[in-house]
């Protein structure tokens, strides 16, 4: 589907980033993070920011949600300016914020309760969007009771109950294993498709990222900077199969050979006695 089909199925969600730039810590320790950063995400669509650790991809998924602030440049979500948090975006981290106290189907129920929903309404909300994540049996578990996976479906569904036109993902699944990994990265595909939202996911794994988005932005180690944004030639639904394919291969070995390109001299000795070289760059 293009992005023009794309944007004409859902109401909202586009992003507009305009020379952006962000700064964090304060006085002699503050450090640029992103650097003129520009970029367009249509409505609806599966966007990955790939980059190297401390690129700052995290940084501008935390301005998307409207908690850090930027310090150059322009942010709209929907032509509105990103000034702070808003329950229209919606972030799940790497590890999950379940209240401990609270039941599989609560933890659901809690953003509904916040917005005055009645009782027997959110109730039936959270169990709708636990049926979605394939938990309907796991309702009255708590979090302690849950496998990893099990928790992250409980997180993604406690953000999508909300109904927000972004979907914001900060390597949601990177502490799970690869199996339980994939079969995440295949339910969140198959969630996105029933519930419309645009989803800006965050990752350093090239795979998880050719996988799953549409296009992906390729960030440059700090400060973090576009490198180039390519565009997933892959049709959905996408089979795991088309992972072992020649064209999935060599769009990998392009990312590596772009995120390689941003490491210093240091951070290539640093890696040498895993058998990568200077050479290696070229």
């Known amino acids: 589907m293009s992005r023009r089909e794309l944007s004409a199925r859902h109401k909202g969600g586009r992003i507009d980033a305009e020379h952006v730039s962000i700064r964090l810590g304060s006085g002699a320790?503050?450090?640029?993070?992103?650097?003129?950063?520009?970029?367009?995400?249509?409505?609806?669509?599966?966007?990955?920011?790939?980059?190297?650790?401390?690129?700052?991809?995290?940084?501008?998924?935390g301005?998307?949600?409207?908690?850090?602030?930027?310090?150059?440049?322009?942010?709209?979500?929907?032509?509105?300016?990103v000034g702070g948090p808003h329950p229209d975006r919606?972030?799940?981290?790497?590890?999950?914020?379940?209240f401990p106290w609270k039941s599989a189907r609560d933890n659901v129920a809690f953003g509904?309760?916040?917005?005055?929903?009645?009782?027997?309404?959110?109730?039936?909300?959270?169990?709708?969007?636990?049926?979605?994540v394939g938990l309907s049996d796991f309702a009255h578990r708590y979090p302690k009771q849950l496998s990893g996976g099990m928790q992250q479906r409980v997180e993604i569904a406690?953000?999508?109950?909300?109904?927000?036109?972004?979907?914001?993902?900060?390597?949601?699944?990177?502490?799970?294993d690869a199996l339980t990994r994939l079969m995440m990265q295949e339910l969140?595909?198959?969630?996105?498709?029933?519930?419309?939202?645009?989803?800006v996911f965050v990752t350093h794994d090239i795979d998880e990222a050719l996988f799953l988005a549409d296009r992906i932005i390729v960030m440059s180690s700090r400060p973090g900077r576009i490198l180039e944004v390519i565009e997933v030639p892959f049709a959905?639904?996408?089979?795991?199969?088309?992972?072992?394919?020649?064209?999935?291969?060599?769009?990998?070995?392009?990312?590596l050979s772009?995120?390689?390109?941003?490491?210093?001299?240091?951070?290539?000795?640093r890696l040498s006695p895993l058998g990568i070289t200077a050479d290696a760059r070229n």
């Open 112 to 132: 509904p309760k916040m917005r005055g929903i009645r009782k027997a309404e959110r109730r039936r909300l959270a169990s709708e969007m636990l049926e979605l």
């Open 158 to 176: 406690r953000v999508l109950v909300n109904r927000p036109r972004l979907l914001l993902m900060d390597e949601p699944f990177g502490a799970l």
């Open 188 to 199: 969140l595909l198959a969630i996105w498709q029933r519930v419309p939202t645009t989803i």
């Open 63 to 81: 301005a998307l949600a409207g908690h850090i602030k930027i310090a150059k440049g322009s942010l709209h979500v929907d032509s509105e300016n």
């Open 236 to 255: 959905r639904p996408r089979p795991t199969e088309i992972m072992a394919s020649q064209e999935f291969g060599k769009l990998k070995a392009h990312c």
């Open 258 to 269: 772009l995120l390689r390109s941003t490491l210093d001299g240091n951070a290539l000795q």
């Open 90 to 98: 919606g972030i799940v981290f790497q590890h999950h914020t379940l």
């Open 29 to 61: 320790d503050a450090f640029e993070a992103v650097q003129d950063v520009s970029f367009t995400i249509e409505p609806g669509e599966f966007v990955c920011i790939l980059g190297p650790s401390g690129c700052g991809k995290s940084t501008l998924l």
